[in-house]
């Protein structure tokens, strides 16, 4: 088991430096510009789809919990310093 646990660790393969560089990267791309406010838009839409068109609430407050994570997560990410503005 512990064989297993130390293949999975990305920290294994990959520096320090190297692996927050690389959220920072992807949570920089994700949260900021056009992709951001696209994927919190289809987001928004699929739990107004969801939850109003199907009834399925629990559906409609998962897309509303990722729009919202989408929405400010990029703001709360650079308040805690852990993006570069």
Request: glycine fraction near 12%.
């Amino acid at each position: 088991m512990d064989e297993i646990l130390r293949w999975m660790n990305p920290l294994h393969y990959w520096g320090m430096s190297e692996y927050t560089g690389f959220w920072a990267r992807l949570f920089d791309t994700v949260l900021r510009g056009f992709w951001g406010r696209f994927f919190a838009t289809a987001c928004i839409l699929l739990a107004f789809y969801f939850g109003v068109r199907r009834q399925r609430i629990a559906a409609g407050l998962w897309f509303v919990c990722m729009a919202a994570f989408l929405i400010y997560g990029g703001s709360v990410l650079g308040w805690l310093g852990l993006l570069d503005r």
